[in-house]
Nanobody, 116 residues
């Protein structure tokens, strides 16, 4: 089992920035990727950004390219999502995900609200 705890959400004005963090614990060996997803009210959960745990290679949804940056700290077993130039349409609950050969694990989510 992998436990994931997100933090860093909140209310921000359009154009502002937030940094989300995800702390992983438990059976973190053999994690392949760690990703961020989000789910807005009335919409399906969608992929936002991801990182390969071993290589650090990153990949992004087109909607956030150039605005969001994902990074990892292997020593601390954390993944962060730096979100800049936030827009109202970025409002959602953001979830951390860890993918292993044995399955996928999810955090409880953290709310991000972009509003003036």
């Amino acid at each position: 089992q992998v436990q994931l705890v997100e933090s860093g959400g909140g209310l921000v004005q359009p154009g502002g920035s937030l940094r989300l963090s995800c702390a992983a614990s438990g059976s973190i060996f053999s994690i392949n990727t760690m990703d961020w997803y989000r789910q807005a009210p009335g919409k399906e959960r969608e992929f936002v950004a991801g990182i390969w745990w071993s290589s650090g290679n990153t990949y992004y949804a087109d909607s956030v390219k150039g605005r969001f940056a994902i990074s990892r700290d292997n020593a601390k077993n954390t993944v962060s999502l730096q979100m800049n130039s936030l827009r109202p349409e970025d409002t959602a609950v953001y979830y951390c995900n860890a993918a292993k050969p044995s399955g996928m694990y999810w955090g409880q989510g953290t709310q991000v609200t972009v509003s003036s």
